[in-house]
């Protein structure tokens, strides 16, 4: 318990004992109000009974811990509301959402909305939410209507909590957000019975004092943007430290630094007071005028209702006088016709006169309900009469405040310009450093995609000329080999030419040189061999040449197209977008999926290339798709010769033919 709160109660007790015992202790509100509370602790039992407990011989009054917490809660949120008033003076009066006493308070004032909350009854009940409390405000206050549309089409807002949290900011944001939780604690056995526990601060008569301390925050001017605060997580803690620090702590140096800042703020701050208050004086002086406008309609509308129940009365009670007045005619002349209707009167009496006693005790009630519609009408044309009266009082006193608050609006014009100027420059650049920062991220997430395409294509061309190398060397060991080759079969040729002219002279040396012509015969077979390979050796040369070329064509058209992409920042599927547009009908089929041939099924190395059939899409080798065909465009011309394969390559000239 706080020490204003002992003072009150030492106050009170003291008040008690020195009243006269001839005058009463309590006045006829203080009595109304132990009423109200015994009759809640009778009904709701909104109330605990007071334990007590002996501590060294004495009996001492044992606190309820659910007091104790709404207790916690309310010197917690007088804290927090005064120091954000305070850092509100020294900053201008305009706070955002990085300001920290005013995350604190959303904090604490989120806590004082969710204690006493209801659980979930059982597994299949639904969940008592603080979202759905306050979308609840709106049948009570229909100016929060906006905020409760604004927050359901919020998108970066899921949850319950979050809705909850971005409608509490736009409510602080408008300057309602005391009204708007004022009317739900008016009405609080209406709406809040369902979803608070008795003990709840909500459902207390210490919510007052919460209300009272929101009163003071329409003076601050909040700058929140809600669409990027993360509000479906969890909310950070509070440092109590900043709270409960010592007055004799400060140094001199920082209160010449407080002198000077509330100097230099002294008078906006002076401004925006007056502009405060006027406001909160209209809204409730337009408060005060709706409010008797109802009663007045109200008023009249029974007025009406009443004086139609009177005609009905006044009608229905002349109809039966008339009926009576006719039974007590024919009751007073009994010896009419005497003879012929003796039976009949005999028989008609005892009915007669039961309906005369029903009739008379009708016109008893009417009249009395007569009396009671009169006594009525008079009281509410009394009440009218006073009710106008207050009106053209209250009337007068709003002409009056009204050519007050004009004349201070001719005098704060100027100034309150000037500060929607300064709002409004500060906003918009604001809006234009967002937009900057945004298009800096997306132009620098492009040049590092761009970054990554380039390394990854000079790595590619690094492999390619190492495998260009690497071929030209094997090449030139070939030719050597070849050169070789060629000068031991020029010798082998010459030797054989003398052998034949000096066949005849050396027949006796036959048998050597049939030996010496196996000999011959198989080094013609290596020779053979080693043609043989030097074809096949000529022929990879040739595809690798070939391989090679294209291989610079693509780099050059890739080359091509990083210079564009980084010129117009445009999209690097351009070539892939114009070979969709010349295949017509047929699907694209990816590189990385194919790895033979379709045609032939022969696998795909660095000697054998892919190369896309412009007609269907498929992927073939070079042998495959060597055959070059127009093909139709969007308007049915046809254009330049391009790669088809052969089965695309017979079906053109057989539909052409």
């Given amino acids: 318990m706080s020490i204003e709160t002992k003072g009150l109660f030492i106050r009170n007790e003291s008040e008690e004992d020195s009243a006269p015992s001839g005058t009463p202790s309590l006045s006829p509100s203080l009595s109304s109000i132990a009423e109200s509370f015994s009759r809640r602790s009778g009904n709701n039992s909104h109330f605990v009974h007071q334990q007590f407990v002996t501590f060294d011989g004495k009996k001492i009054r044992a606190r309820d811990p659910a007091a104790i917490e709404r207790s916690n809660l309310v010197n917690i949120c007088k804290l927090v509301v005064k120091e954000l008033l305070e850092q509100s003076l020294r900053f201008g009066r305009?706070?955002?959402?990085?300001?920290?006493?005013?995350?604190?308070?959303?904090?604490?004032?989120?806590?004082?909305?969710?204690?006493?909350?209801?659980?979930?009854?059982?597994?299949?009940?639904?969940?008592?939410?603080?979202?759905?409390?306050?979308?609840?405000?709106?049948?009570?206050?229909?100016?929060?209507?906006?905020?409760?549309?604004?927050?359901?089409?919020?998108?970066?807002?899921?949850?319950?909590?979050?809705?909850?949290?971005?409608?509490?900011?736009?409510?602080?944001?408008?300057?309602?957000?005391?009204d708007y939780l004022q009317a739900l604690v008016d009405n609080r056995d209406e709406a809040l019975a369902e979803y608070y526990e008795p003990h709840a601060l909500m459902m207390s008569d210490e919510v007052i004092l919460i209300m009272g301390i929101l009163v003071g925050l329409n003076v601050i001017d909040c700058n929140l943007c809600v669409k990027e605060e993360d509000l479906d997580s969890q909310q950070g803690v509070i440092d109590f430290s900043l709270y409960l620090r010592s007055s004799t702590r400060t140094s001199p140096e920082d209160e010449v630094h407080t002198i000077v800042d509330a100097g230099n703020a002294e008078h906006m701050t002076a401004v925006l007071d007056q502009k405060n208050y006027i406001e909160e004086l209209n809204r409730h002086l337009n408060a005060t005028v709706a409010n008797l406008q109802g009663k007045l309609e109200s008023l009249t509308t029974t007025n009406a209702l009443m004086k139609e129940d009177l005609a009905i009365a006044r009608n229905s009670l002349l109809s039966l006088q008339a009926e009576n007045l006719a039974l007590r005619q024919s009751a007073q002349n009994p010896n009419a016709n005497a003879g012929d209707n003796l039976n009949v009167h005999d028989r008609i009496d005892p009915e007669v006169e039961r309906t005369l006693a029903d009739e008379k005790k009708k016109r008893q009630d009417l009249e009395r309900e007569l009396e009671l519609q009169v006594s009525l009408k008079a009281e509410t044309e009394m009440a009218m009469k006073l009710l106008e009266k207050d009106i053209h009082e209250k009337q007068d006193t709003i002409v009056s405040l009204r050519r007050q608050l004009e004349d201070i609006k001719q005098i704060n014009l100027e100034m309150y310009k000037k500060l929607q100027e300064c709002e409004s420059s500060l906003k918009h650049k604001t809006e234009l450093l967002l937009k900057l920062e945004a298009q800096k991220e997306a132009m620098g997430s492009a040049l590092t995609q761009l970054e990554n395409k380039y390394s990854s294509e000079t790595t590619s061309l690094a492999v390619l000329q190492d495998t260009s190398q690497t071929l030209s060397i094997q090449m030139m060991a070939c030719e050597e080999r070849a050169a070789r080759v060629e000068a031991d079969l020029r010798i082998e040729r010459e030797w054989r030419n003398s052998l034949q002219e000096k066949e005849v002279k050396l027949k006796e040396q036959i048998n050597s040189m049939q030996l010496n012509m196996k000999d011959l015969r198989?080094?013609?077979?290596?020779?053979?061999?080693?043609?043989?390979?030097?074809?096949?050796?000529?022929?990879?040369?040739?595809?690798?040449?070939?391989?090679?070329?294209?291989?610079?064509?693509?780099?050059?058209?890739?080359?091509?197209?990083?210079?564009?992409?980084?010129?117009?920042?445009?999209?690097?599927?351009?070539?892939?977008?114009?070979?969709?547009?010349?295949?017509?009908?047929?699907?694209?089929?990816?590189?990385?999926?194919?790895?033979?041939?379709?045609?032939?099924?022969?696998?795909?190395?660095?000697?054998?290339?892919?190369?896309?059939?412009?007609?269907?899409?498929?992927?073939?080798?070079?042998?495959?798709?060597?055959?070059?065909?127009?093909?139709?465009?969007?308007?049915?011309?046809?254009?330049?010769?391009?790669?088809?394969c052969d089965g695309c390559w017979e079906i053109i000239n057989a539909t052409r033919n």
């Fill in 94 to 178: 305009m706070l955002d959402s990085d300001h920290l006493p005013l995350q604190h308070f959303f904090i604490v004032l989120e806590h004082v909305l969710r204690h006493g909350l209801k659980p979930k009854k059982g597994l299949l009940g639904p969940k008592k939410e603080l979202w759905d409390i306050l979308q609840s405000v709106e049948k009570y206050a229909v100016e929060a209507q906006d905020i409760t549309a604004s927050v359901r089409d919020l998108p970066t807002v899921r949850t319950q909590i979050g809705r909850a949290r971005a409608w509490l900011r736009l409510a602080l944001m408008q300057k309602k957000l005391a």
């Fill in 522 to 644: 198989e080094d013609a077979k290596k020779h053979e061999k080693v043609a043989a390979e030097l074809n096949t050796l000529k022929r990879k040369w040739q595809e690798a040449q070939y391989t090679l070329e294209e291989l610079g064509m693509q780099l050059s058209v890739s080359k091509l197209q990083i210079s564009e992409l980084k010129e117009k920042q445009s999209s690097h599927d351009t070539s892939l977008g114009s070979a969709t547009d010349m295949t017509g009908s047929g699907v694209w089929a990816p590189d990385k999926l194919s790895s033979k041939c379709r045609s032939c099924n022969r696998e795909f190395g660095i000697t054998r290339r892919k190369h896309h059939c412009r007609n269907c899409g498929e992927i073939f080798c070079h042998n495959c798709s060597e055959q070059m065909a127009p093909l139709p465009n969007a308007q049915g011309q046809l254009g330049k010769p391009v790669r088809v």
